[in-house]
Structures are given as C-alpha cells and as structure tokens.
C-alpha cells in the first residue's frame, strides 16, 4: 500500500464535503480506472456494501474483502475493499482510497486514520474522502495534495419540532441508546403499524434484513443510532432527532454540530432533498447550529490522533513505552486511551504474563492479543481474562489454541432461543471468536472455526431479526412474514419455488432447529454463496442448490448480458435489488472467465497507455482472442516493459492471434459459446466448442471466430489447435508433433494440404498444377488396369519431409 519508488511522486486527491456528495462513488469509478486498488472505510458495513457494488462491477474474482471478522479472498484479487484497520500495509496498488479521514480526531479509532493519511499511498494515485473541516489540516501535513471541495447534490432544509404521529412517510427517527431506540419502535409500532431497526450492536446480516425490509416500504419507517451516520445508503426523506446528546465511551455529551449534520444528512438522496428537525419532546435547534448544518459550514479540525507506529517489541515495558511515545508534531495529539493499551498494562503485570513474554516474537504476539476487539462492551476486567487464556495458550504446547477450550466457548453461543437483548449479546460474543479465527497460525483447523463462527453468526442474526419484526412489526404490515418453505425431509413434487429444495438445508444451520427459511434467509443464503455453488448451463439459465434463479438475455454486446430473475412475482423491491446485484457480480464472473481472467477494463482504464488501451479494448471485444490483424498496430506501439505487464496478465503473442492462455482452456471456450449464442439468440453450432475440428458447413465462416474457431479451407480449426499448429510448423524439430497433431485431428487429402498451406506449411507433394492438369486430361486409357492396377494418388504434403526439414522454413517437399 505504501508507495514505491517512482520519479514522480503519486497524485494526492482531496475530496472533502457534506453527505449525499457522491464522493465514494467517484473514489470507486476512479479505482475501477486503475489495475489494482485498495479502499478502506470506517465500517465493516459501509465495506460490505461497496464490495457488492464493485463486485456487480467486475465480478467476485477480482475483488477482496478484508475486515477484521470477514475475508473474501479470491487466488488473484486486482481491487481490495477493507475497514481501516484492515488495509493491507504490504500490498502496493495504483489507487489507494480511505474514507472519511475527518475520523483520525476520534479520539479512540483516530490514531489508525492519522497512519493512513500519514503512509498509505497508491503507486499511481491516492484519495481521502471525508468532511470538509480536515482542508487546512491535509493542507499542511500534504501540501502536494489537490484538495476538492464537494457540493451536496440535494438541498438539505430544517423543518422545526414534530410529533412521532406527525412524522412523514419515509422518516428515520435517531436516538443514542439501545433503549431509546426500542422505546421508539414501539411507540410508532402502534401509530403506524411497522417500523425497522438499525444498530451499531447488529451484525450485518441483521442490519442489511431490516434495511431491506424499510427500501422495499414494507415499512415506512426507521429507528435508528447514529450507526445511519456513516455510510447507509437510505431513501430517507426527513430525519428526526429524539435526543442530542450521546455517550462517547467517557461521559455523556452534546453531539457536535458537524455530528448532527453527519446524520441529518442522510436525508436526501441523489437529487432529492431532505428535512431534519428534531421530535417535539426536545426544544428546537438554535439558528446557529441550523444554518451550520444546511451551509455545511463547520469548525476546522486542529489536532489528529497519533500514535507511534514504530514499537519496540524487545519487552512489554519497552513496548508500551513505545505506544506512549509523545507526538512531534504540533497537529497531532497521543491517544489518550485504547482498549488494546489497557489490555497490555493490565496483562503486562500478571506474573504468568511476564514469564513467557520475554522475547520479540512473544512480545509481538502479545499485543496481537491485546488487539483483539471487545465487542461486549461489558465488564473490561472479563475481557482481558479472555485475552490472558489466549495468549496463555498460544504460547504453550503447539503453539495454538486448544480445540476443546475453544469448542466449550463457541458453543454456548450456538443457540437462538431467547429475547432481543440476550440475542445480541450472544451476537458480540461470536463477533470475538469471528476475530480470533481469522487471525493467522492460531488454530489448528481454521477454516473449521472461521465456517462454524460465521454459520452462528448468521443464524443469530437471522434470529434477532425476526424477533425485531415480531415486536416492532404488526403482522397486518408484513408483507414478508410469510414462510416460502417448509422443513420437510424432501421438496413437494413438481414444486415450482425457488426455495424447494432448501428446506433440506435448514439442519446444516446451526441453531435452525428445522425452522423454514423466510424471503430474507434465502436471500442473504444467494448473496454469501460462493461461486461455484451457483450452476450456469450453456443457456444462461442460473440454479442455486439445485432451483432455477435466474437466466441471461441478451445485452448490447458479448460482454454484457442482462439479468431476468426467475418467480420474479415472488421477490420484494428490497430482496429482488439484492438478488440482482449478487447474480450480476456472478455474471461479470463468467465473463472474465471467458476471457480467462484478463483484467481487460482495468487494462482499458485511464491509467493505461493509448496502445495498451486499445489493445485491451480489442482483447475485450474478443473476449481473451484478437488477430494479428486487428491488434498488430497496438502491439508494435508498446514497449518492451508494457508487453512484460501484458505477458504477466496471461497475454500470449501467437502466428495468428494475440490470446490469453487460459481463455483457451475448456471452460473458458465452454463460457465463450455460452455467452456467443446468448447474444446471437440461436443455439451453439453442433460441436463447439467440445470438437477440435469442424466442416464448415456447420460453423459458418462469419460465426467460426466468435465461438473461438478459424476456418482454414474446408474446416474450421479451434484457436488453441490453431496455434499449436503454427508453432509445431515454425519449429526447426516440429514435424513429429505437426504429423501427431494431424492424425489426431484426423485430417487427411485436401483438407490437410489445404490447412497447413494457409498456416505456411509445404505445397503437398505431388500436387503441382502440372500434374494436376496431366490428370484432368487422362482418357479412358489411364485406367487403373493400365497403370498397374492402382489409381494414382496425391499426398498431403503437411509432414515434413524424411530429411528432417520444418516446413515453412526454407525446405520444399522432395521429387
């Protein structure tokens, strides 16, 4: 992620302003531009959610997700979409990008933005994405830095004091506890039937059901934290407050204006405004903090949060002397406290501690422990006691935790029985075996625990859901509550559902207990599938498990197919929007398989050299496969370093083709007839692309090369053997594989002579016009009888000669 060296330096990009700015929307358009890049965000939720954007974009091949407690990582990711915490420091990308930088004054996180506005740069280009009080202080810490002001696409007006009951459709009423919250909820339960819930405490899952369930209006109404803060994209019309002050992890205090116009600015979106105001239980707004939050007009930040990024580890006192290290610089302050600072004082005095932490790498080890997030938020005495079994462990025996001792921590959480607190408790817990099990060479079946933690997660998520619609959803209101299967031992016959045959499913849940899967949990199952759990035939149409989901239609190109979901009458706005987007990052998937995993639109970005962008233009268009002729003008243009990068991604420069090698290999060919006869809406021709050779009778001429085929005389030859051809007849020592290759391919007479003509072999022996005409004006007496009983015969003159000459090189076919 740092930047290397270059003779200039990266391009440093500034983009500060208010809510609704479109800023992270151009900050991933402009790494979509670039060949690799990496974005970091404040939440796992806010990171969740632009990975599925991108995903829809290029495919889950291409993209990374990093946060602490989920990995999505695929064997060659181009595009890294992490929390702050968890950008890779030792990758270098072209674009690196870190969002709302205005958090490296939060006096706890702080200290991890600062490092990142301090040391993380792209090779090409870096952007800082935040609010507009950090110019002066990105200013004078990067001076080199273009610094943008953005404008709000929508205007953003005070509307006074209202009543819950006179609260327009499409509103978010935000309160700063847990309690508040459900206090809330309940009250516009009862005067509008239906209201969904957003917490910081609620796992993604959880949090994605209920913001579905309010985008699609099966309720009109959220009650929400300030977790809306940050990063949720909602069609929210008005936001209301139902109090202004909060408690901060240290006392209890008055939001900051800059605070209340974070969150009053998710109202309005795109181009349509939106009101804020307050609920008539408060007083009203002063003028002042009003025009502050509609000017976008706020105090510049004047102090960041540091920390020492340089630890020593040859002790525990040595490093927590390092981490108090003070600041040199005027802008920055030490972070007064940290939970993993505390947990190292505390852990440092144990005795047990201070026997085993006394060289670097257990000193390192240790403060790995200690980052280790409390997610309980309870009593931080428990917490470390957690933290002092575990390093405890870790440094004993194999090195790793004991399975037992995990499993009898873990598996108290596995259970969905209980109300919404106690729910959620359970769902911070398993957060923090989530963490652990994601943490390299500390368990000894990793991806046993990462699965099993994530599966509890999930079921826990899914559980506290429909508790949360049981309490603050009327059952009039919901539209979805209706089950779509049941758990029986096998799918009703000729069921049509796409959710027949998961009812099997239900007891690999953990926790399910053979509960029936609701819209939601169908959904959220399609959107964390992998992709090879999804089945594409040589149509387009898309199973799940086994159930018909979607198909393809045709698009405007080869590259392009749109997307038809299957019992489309069945999905809400909120599940169909979800749905859709995890099918097209699948159908961007089988596109770049098709072209064999080339990066071509990143290669077409602007990052890129003219020739270079042609030349992937042309790729693209051929998905993995262009002639000579089209792109030999690109080639010639590039230099010797931009052919490497292209050679590296795949690119081979072939007789008869530029290709990507593995675009060449079945599936990829399998992929590209697919997506051919998609867009030709006709049926493959017989053959392709299983058969190596075909007449072309049966692939005409003008289809041969979309399906991946060359005609060559009277037969149309695949690429691949096309070029395995050209490159046995250009070699001095080929003809063993040439005559291999022919009796394999099965070619024989004037369709062999013809084909290894037009790929520069010999003229075939014995056929020289002249004795072509001699036998045209035989009579009857050059009968077979005459000559000895054997009609004259021509040889294919494909094979080189037995004097070891390669054809095309030089030697003629003997007399």
């Known amino acids: 992620m740092n930047s290397s060296a270059s003779s200039r330096p990266p391009i440093v990009v500034a983009e500060l302003g208010p809510t609704n700015t479109g800023k992270t929307y151009r900050a991933i358009e402009r790494m979509l531009e670039h060949g690799s890049g990496i974005m970091g965000f404040p939440l796992r939720l806010l ?3 632009v990975y599925d954007r991108v995903t829809a974009r290029v495919g889950e091949g291409r993209v990374a997700l990093m946060t602490g407690e989920e990995k999505r990582l695929p064997p060659r990711p181009d595009y890294w979409i992490c929390t702050v915490e968890a950008m890779p420091t030792d990758r270098v990308a072209d674009f690196v990008a870190v969002d709302e930088i205005q958090l490296a004054a939060h006096r706890e996180r702080g200290h991890v933005f600062t490092d990142r506005l301090l040391h993380a740069r792209g090779r090409k280009e870096t952007w800082f994405l935040g609010a507009d009080t950090m110019r002066p202080m990105l200013q004078t810490l990067i001076p080199h830095a273009s610094v943008k002001r953005a404008t709000r696409l929508s205007q953003l007006r005070y509307s006074g004091h209202r009543s819950l009951k006179s609260l327009p459709p499409r509103s978010a009423v935000v309160a700063f506890s847990a309690d508040r919250v459900y206090e809330l909820a309940e009250s516009l339960r009862r ?22 369930m309010y985008q699609s209006g099966e309720v009109q109404y959220l ?12 069609d929210l019309n008005h936001v209301a407050f139902a109090g202004l002050s909060k408690y901060d992890g240290a006392e209890q205090r008055d939001l900051f204006p800059d605070e209340l116009a974070q969150i009053a600015g998710r109202a309005g979106r795109h181009l349509n405004d939106g009101s804020f105001g307050t609920l008539n239980t408060l007083p009203e707004l002063s003028p002042r903090v009003v025009s502050a939050i509609e000017t976008h007009r706020f105090p510049a930040v004047r102090n960041l949060i540091w920390r020492n990024s340089a630890l020593d580890f040859s002790s525990a006192e040595a490093l927590l002397d390092s981490l108090a290290r003070a600041p040199g610089h005027q802008a920055f302050t030490r972070v007064e406290r940290a939970d993993d600072f505390d947990a190292l004082k505390d852990l440092s005095r144990v005795p047990a501690i201070q026997d085993v932490a006394t060289g670097q790498d257990r000193v390192e080890l240790l403060w790995q ?12 005495g428990q917490h470390v006691a957690l933290l002092r079994e575990t390093f405890l462990q870790l440094t004993a025996g194999d090195g790793r935790l004991d399975p037992v001792w995990l499993s009898r921590q873990v598996s108290p959480l596995d259970d969905i029985s209980g109300d919404i607190h106690t729910l959620m408790d359970r769902l911070a817990a398993i957060r923090i075996w989530t963490y652990i099990s994601h943490r390299p060479g500390w368990l000894e079946d990793a991806g046993h625990w990462q699965e099993r933690t994530r599966s509890i997660e999930d079921a826990l998520g899914d559980a506290l859901h429909e508790r949360l619609v049981e309490r603050f959803v009327q059952r009039a209101a919901r539209r979805t509550s ?3 299967v049941r758990a029986t031992p096998q799918p009703a016959s000729g069921s049509d559902s796409p959710f027949a045959k998961l009812g099997l499913l239900l007891s690999e849940v953990p926790g399910s207990g053979g509960a029936v899967l609701t819209e939601e949990q169908f959904v959220q199952r399609v959107v964390d599938a992998a992709h090879d759990a999804f089945e594409v035939d040589a149509l387009g149409n898309i199973a799940f498990e086994g159930e018909p989901l979607a198909r393809l239609v045709r698009g405007k190109d080869r590259r392009s197919p749109l997307l038809a979901l299957a019992e489309s009458e069945v999905w809400t706005a909120g599940a169909r929007q979800r749905l859709e987007r995890r099918l097209l990052a699948l159908v961007r998937d089988l596109v770049t398989e098709a072209m064999g995993g080339f990066p071509a639109e990143a290669l077409a970005g602007a990052g890129s050299s003219a020739p270079t962008r042609g030349l992937a233009y042309r790729l693209s268009e051929g998905l993995g496969v262009v002639s000579q002729g089209e792109a030999r003008e690109q080639w010639r243009l590039l230099d ?17 083709f530029f290709f990507v090698a593995d675009a060449l290999s079945p599936q990829a060919l399998e992929r590209r007839c697919m997506l051919t006869s ?3 809406q006709r049926p493959s021709p017989k053959g392709v692309p299983r058969e190596p050779v075909l007449n072309v009778s049966d692939v005409p001429g003008q289809e041969a090369r979309a399906f991946g085929y060359e005609v060559l005389g009277s037969v149309a030859l695949r690429v691949d053997i096309v070029e395995r051809l050209c490159t046995a007849l250009h070699h001095p020592h080929g003809e063993r594989q040439v005559r291999a290759l022919m009796q394999e391919l099965r070619l024989e007479g004037g369709a062999r002579a013809r084909v290894l003509r037009e790929l520069g072999g010999p003229a075939p022996a014995g056929g020289s016009p002249a004795k072509r005409r001699r036998r045209r004006r035989r009579g009857p007496s050059s009968s077979p009888e005459r000559s000895g009983g054997r009609a004259p015969t021509s040889q294919a003159g494909g094979a080189p000669d037995g004097d070891g000459h390669a054809p095309g090189h030089g030697a003629g076919p003997r007399s």
């Open 640 to 656: 010797a370093e931009a052919r490497a990068r292209l050679a590296a991604q795949g690119l081979c420069e072939g007789h008869r």
């Open 47 to 49: 990171a969740r959610e």
């Open 482 to 484: 209706r089950r779509f």
């Open 191 to 212: 005067l509008r039937g239906g209201v969904a819930v957003v917490l910081g405490a609620l796992s993604p899952r959880t949090r994605n059901a209920q913001v579905a």
């Open 678 to 680: 998609l867009f030709q």
């Open 223 to 234: 009650v929400a934290t300030d977790a809306i803060g940050m990063g949720l994209n909602l």
């Open 369 to 380: 422990v200690c980052q280790v997030p409390d997610f309980r938020k309870g009593l931080f």
